[in-house]
């Protein structure tokens, strides 16, 4: 049976004495060298932070659509104060920061958590860094990388602050390095098609992530980090990318990483390279590169504002579903349930676990138009499971009934039933895209390598969210109780230690065991 947690409720964290108490005097601009370039940071005493790195070389001009290139060298001092652009990718501000609705609260709490970068900019491949104050080089302490989330679509490293997590560490007598990473988006970094694929240059933004771990190996430790202790950690998409950065070379870490932690990301089916060729069209359309003997050179060519005024021109609905990591048989070498069931993962410790009520803000888009069995019939047969037989949809909607009473959010009763569906359909979501892949990465793999996982019941109280997805990333950069089961397994590979938090060794996951089952097999069959 597998290491399991259910998070009930924030934890009081016990006030510990800080490492940091008598720290020195401290020096108000700390200084690394590396490969000729100094980057000049910031301390307060207890941290050290230093912003906007670049890892890559500035993907414009002709490395626009190109493979990221690693900085050779650096020259002269850098200003490493100021957190550096975002990438590039769709503006998702209206539909994740309304002020009214059912997502009022929550959105209310993830942007006073996680404000949003002021700007971004092409040249976006940069990392940050955060470091205990009185930490040098050659301190070896163990390293956790952030990949964020934003449906490979949206998001920045600078939204994201590392000082919280390295001073829980110091205060947990635990110290450990936090850097994170912007890697491309949207369109600059999973555009794809055949011509993408004859260039060899599909999944850009996972590539990106690759040659920030790999700058990370190299110099990690000028700022007193361990390139032999990395564990990579994101949440949504940010799981997901680990997740591909496992499969990436059939499982082989290139020593890059020895750890997993797991946020609402696991093994989901992916498309093939071709299925988004149309977007592929539509773009060099839009661009007026159509004429052209090489499409993605016209591309490269193009003002970063001409590519910018083409994608704005394609159709809304299609562009955060084409714009996606796909199965190119080379940076993803097959399709991931098929790898993991083959064995083709890196064989490390890993934590992967989800929120209790995943499905609720994807059912939010979309329940006001599913308001009957027929609707969720043909919602399920059409687009949840395209393809999906008639007995395979009703067994589903049996094992996921109407009575709201068993929907998501789960264990709230009558309450948050805001459409006659709705917590029928965020039942469904939760556990065919979170739940269900989730269990079949654990199952297959839960006896062949150290695996945690967890059940994430916090802020559950949410008025018609509930315990919604990205609820526990609040949590861990509360900091709270999970804050601590992170830095534990990034210290040892194990959530647990003298912490005051205690995370099972055993315990059942067999919710709704039939239903999740059928989704494995369905999903997987029948991908959306």
Not at 52 to 68: C, D, E, V
Not at 326 to 345: A, E, K, Y
Not at 490 to 501: D, E
């Amino acid at each position: 049976m597998l290491p399991f947690r259910v998070l009930t409720r924030p934890a009081t964290l016990a006030t510990l004495i800080s490492l940091v108490v008598c720290a020195p005097v401290h020096d108000p601009a700390p200084t690394v060298s590396i490969a000729g370039g100094s980057f000049v940071g910031s301390n307060d005493g207890i941290t050290k932070s230093f912003f906007g790195i670049p890892y890559a070389q500035p993907p414009t001009g002709n490395l626009r659509f190109n493979l990221p290139q690693p900085v050779e060298q650096y020259s002269g001092v850098y200003n490493a104060t100021v957190p550096a652009a975002g990438c590039p990718g769709l503006d998702l501000a209206a539909a994740t920061s309304s002020t009214t609705g059912p997502m009022a609260e929550l959105n209310e709490l993830l942007n006073s958590a996680f404000s949003p970068p002021n700007v971004t900019d092409e040249n976006c491949l940069t990392l940050n860094i955060w470091t205990p104050a009185h930490v040098l080089s050659g301190a070896d302490l163990p390293v956790a990388v952030y990949i964020h989330g934003g449906g490979f679509v949206s998001g920045a490293s600078a939204s994201y602050d590392g000082e919280i997590i390295v001073k829980r560490a110091l205060e947990l007598g635990q110290p450990l390095i936090y850097a994170n990473l912007n890697y491309r988006l949207s369109a600059y970094g999973f555009l794809a098609g055949q011509e993408v694929k004859d260039a060899g240059v599909t999944n850009l933004g996972l590539r990106d992530q690759r040659q920030a771990l790999s700058w990370l190996n190299q110099h990690i430790r000028a700022f007193g980090g361990d390139p032999s202790k990395v564990t990579i950690w994101g949440e949504s998409s940010g799981a997901l990318s680990i997740m591909y950065q496992m499969l990436h070379n059939n499982g082989s870490t290139a020593g890059l990483f020895r750890g997993a932690f797991m946020e609402s990301g696991s093994a989901l089916p992916l498309n093939n390279y071709t299925e988004p060729q149309s977007v592929y069209d539509s773009l060099v359309s839009s661009a007026n590169c159509t004429d052209s003997s090489n499409t993605l050179e016209c591309l490269r060519e193009l003002p970063f504002e001409a590519v910018q005024t083409a994608l704005s021109a394609l159709s809304p609905e299609s562009l955060a579903s084409a714009f996606q990591p796909v199965m190119d048989f080379d940076f993803i070498p097959d399709d991931p349930p098929l790898m993991v069931s083959q064995g083709r993962i890196a064989n490390i410790a890993f934590v992967n676990g989800d929120t209790d009520d995943e499905g609720t803000e994807i059912a939010l888009d979309f329940s006001s138009s599913v308001s009957t069995d027929a609707e969720v019939a043909t919602w399920l047969s059409t687009s949840a499971l395209p393809g999906a037989s008639q007995e395979d949809v009703e067994q589903v909607m049996s094992l996921y009934p109407a009575n709201v009473t068993e929907g998501s959010p789960f264990d709230t009763g009558t309450a948050n039933a805001i459409t006659p569906q709705y917590k029928r359909l965020a039942a469904i979501e939760t556990d065919l895209l979170f739940q269900a892949p989730r269990r079949f990465l654990l199952g297959e793999r839960w006896d062949k390598q150290p695996t945690w996982s967890f059940l994430s019941k916090l802020f559950k109280s949410l008025p018609d969210i509930g315990s919604g997805h990205q609820t526990d990333l609040l949590n861990i950069y509360g900091p709270g109780v999970m804050t601590d089961y992170l830095v534990n397994f990034v210290t040892n590979l194990n959530p647990n230690n003298a912490t005051g938090v205690f995370w099972p060794s055993i315990m059942e996951d067999t919710f709704r065991k039939e239903g999740t089952d059928l989704l494995t097999r369905l999903g997987q069959e029948f991908p959306e």
